[in-house]
């Protein structure tokens, strides 16, 4: 029963954290509620016993990549943005059609999950209780997959060459302020 | 691990913080006099001179997203320093050495790239 | 999910003691100002505060009521919602990432078992950093919502700089996790009892003169971990958020009252949990050098008789020894804050990423290699 509680808890600040993020004028409340829904999602995946996924969700989304966009977002003088998103039929348009195609997400969900429920409950006596996530993803990851491992590697590599190209192609990094 | 305790906890502290918040304005009151000059930036004592168009140095976007990647490849060097010593012991452990050093060469390679390429030159 | 204890007994002793442990930090930032005051006087050669209260012990307690009663305003151009949640943001990570440290032995009375500390995070290591990551977070709000453009430059570098050096942080940890095998901190503490003795190319290398702990494995992990722990609470050496000459007071300058004690508590929340994972990691935890913890509660079971009697004995040692250490970093701290100078900014981004960056990456590669080699070969 307590389980039930928390994880409704949790569900329901995620959503609304969600929510918000559209649902702001001020695009640094946005931002920030999406912190609260990466940190909510970490929260989850405790919930489904992902301990170390969990752990790594609030590193890399919640610590690295949110801190990213704030500071962007701090850098920027906002008003001209604020002005444009808060009045005129466009913005109240973009504001309902995001709500329609949050609702049809859900109904689908709600139709599909019903399905995949009764599928997975032939399935789910005879699989085996989770003992030690780690391992499983130690094993994918440096056992099995090696070759896309490695290619992340270069693809995070490609990547870093590639900011640093684009920083420099207007001025670059050693822009005078 | 405890979630609801860790909940509980985090909302705790952040009641504590608004009580003491609202302690904070009970003794000491609201602004009461206020001046123009008091609402004002402090600004070593001079009258706030706003340049239009200040811009904003690239350093910071960059020391991010390099940030993001090498976290990343750190997050990937996690499990596999866990399960070093029980791969080793499993008759794994050259495979799996050999991987890693691999992931950790073009790691060292792109820190040497970018420290090369003066990326991240504070002046 | 909620297992904070089977009994409602033990729910309700486990969130008591998370509310005593998050106190006890609280409690602590005014005897750390104290110590930080007279410390720094002696330092610098001249009498710190003592007027008040024997020792000037009761200035801390003068200074909060000072900081009170002061008024309460939000800057013109500020947005007042991020400007008060900031400060009450600056104290959930630092408490939360402290309660998963442990800091005694556990305390067993009848059937139930009680840890001392916050809570038990089996994955201990990922929390933390977890948690401290999100500590970059207050110091954009507080910089931004100030609404001034001085905040937000010292908001930005301060940010900046947090971000460097958590990849020291981070990569430092790599090398202990490969040595203990494990996330969990108590496990880490157990394994670092008795004597040093390891396998090295299959012969045993025992020592009667050395304890079992973490720094004689890891000297240079240890190091670069105190140095990047150093920058993660914008303490000096690394205090350029904060500098005291060059951006007033950096993020916290249009902060006034009580607010601004929060942020004191959030730093030095992060020194402490600095000091408890080099007292975890490298030291020993809360074990005494040279015996064991089992050693240790045999002696009072033999001693006293009654096991209770040598559980909370036995615990009560080990809290001791825990503090001992604990207290000895925070003084570390402390000094070295009144000693050294504080480092430009372009030095400190490139101590961060050209100088402790690869040390750390090499700190891994060697204890990969002399793992993987002394285990595959021997001579």
């Not at chain 1, 090696?146 to 590639?162: K, Q, S």
């Not at chain 2, 000491?28 to 200040?54: F, H, L, S, V």
């Not at chain 3, 430092?172 to 095998?181: A, E, N």
């Not at chain 3, 040093?196 to 240890?222: D, R, V």
Request: aromatic share 14%; hydrophobic share 55%.
């Amino acid at each position: 029963m307590v389980d039930a509680f928390l994880f409704w808890f949790l569900a329901i600040v995620t959503v609304l954290a969600g929510l918000s993020v559209v649902l702001m004028t001020n695009p640094i409340y946005s931002a920030l509620s999406l912190v609260m829904t990466m940190v909510g999602v970490a929260a989850l995946f405790v919930t489904l016993e992902a301990y170390f996924l969990a752990g790594v969700q609030l590193i890399v989304y919640a610590g690295a990549v949110m801190v990213l966009f704030v500071m962007v977002l701090m850098l920027f003088d906002l008003k001209h943005e604020l002005q444009a998103f808060t009045r005129g039929k466009i913005t109240g348009g973009v504001k309902i059609a995001s709500v329609g195609i949050i609702a049809g997400l859900v109904v689908g969900a709600i139709t599909l999950g019903t399905k995949a429920l009764e599928l997975s409950k032939a399935g789910a006596e005879t699989s085996k209780p989770v003992v030690d996530s780690t391992k499983a993803l130690a094993e994918n990851l440096f056992l099995k997959n090696v070759f896309g491992f490695e290619a992340l590697g270069v693809v995070l590599l490609v990547i870093a060459v590639g900011t640093v190209a684009l920083s420099r192609t207007k001025g670059g990094t050693h822009a005078r302020d | 691990m405890p979630l609801g305790g860790v909940i509980f906890i985090t909302l705790f502290i952040a009641v504590f913080g608004v009580i003491l918040i609202f302690l904070a304005r009970a003794t000491g009151g609201k602004a009461k006099r206020t001046n123009q000059a008091k609402m004002e930036i402090y600004e070593c004592g001079i009258p706030e001179q706003e340049k239009k168009d200040t811009k904003i140095s690239v350093k910071f976007y960059l020391t991010a997203i390099l940030f993001i990647l090498f976290d990343i490849e750190i997050i990937f060097m996690y499990p596999w320093a866990v399960h070093f010593k029980e791969f080793i012991a499993n008759s794994y452990g050259p495979f799996v050495f050999i991987s890693m050093m691999v992931f950790l060469a073009i790691f060292i390679f792109g820190l040497w790239w970018e420290i090369k390429s003066k990326a991240l030159e504070w002046d | 999910m909620m297992n904070m204890g089977s009994t409602p007994f033990e729910i309700t002793v486990n969130i008591i003691k998370t509310v005593l442990v998050f106190l006890m930090m609280v409690q602590l930032v005014p005897i750390l100002v104290w110590v930080e005051r007279r410390g720094s006087a002696f330092i610098q050669n001249r009498f710190g505060p003592n007027r008040i209260g024997p020792l000037g012990l009761m200035q801390l307690l003068a200074d909060a009521v000072k900081f009170l009663t002061k008024e309460d305003f939000v800057p013109d151009k500020g947005n007042k919602y991020l400007f008060y949640a900031a400060p009450v943001f600056a104290l959930i990570p630092a408490a939360i990432a402290y309660m998963a440290i442990p800091m005694s032995t556990p305390l067993i009375i009848g059937d139930s078992k009680f840890l001392i500390q916050g809570f038990e995070i089996n994955v201990g290591i990922v929390f933390i950093l977890g948690i401290s990551s999100l500590a970059a977070y207050t110091i954009l709000m507080a910089g931004w919502g100030s609404g001034s453009k001085f905040s937000l430059m010292g908001a930005m570098r301060a940010s900046a700089q947090i971000i460097s050096y958590e990849l020291a942080l981070g990569l430092s940890i790599v090398g202990v996790i490969m040595t203990y095998g494990t996330f969990n901190l108590t496990d880490i503490i157990q394994a670092q009892q008795g004597h040093l003795s390891f396998s090295f190319f299959s012969h045993q290398i025992e020592s009667a003169f050395l304890p079992n702990w973490g720094i004689f494995y890891q000297p240079l992990g240890a190091i670069i971990f105190l140095a990047a722990t150093f920058a993660e609470s914008n303490r000096l050496p690394f205090d350029l958020a904060e500098g005291e000459a060059e951006l007033v007071a950096g993020f916290h300058t249009e902060y006034g009252g009580f607010k601004m004690l929060m942020f004191f508590i959030g730093e030095y929340g992060h020194m402490m949990i600095a000091s408890g994972l080099m007292a975890t990691f490298f030291f020993g935890g809360y074990g005494i050098p040279y015996v064991t913890t089992k050693e240790v509660y045999e002696f009072f079971l033999s001693s006293t008789g009654v096991e209770t009697t040598a559980h909370v004995l036995n615990t009560l040692v080990h809290f001791l020894s825990y503090n001992i250490k604990f207290i000895f970093f925070l003084w570390f701290f402390i000094h070295v804050r009144w000693t050294l100078p504080r480092f430009r900014y372009d030095q400190l981004m490139d101590l961060g990423w050209k100088t402790m960056l690869p040390w750390a990456l090499a700190n891994t590669i060697v204890t990969a290699i002399i793992i993987f080699a002394s285990a595959q070969f021997s001579f």
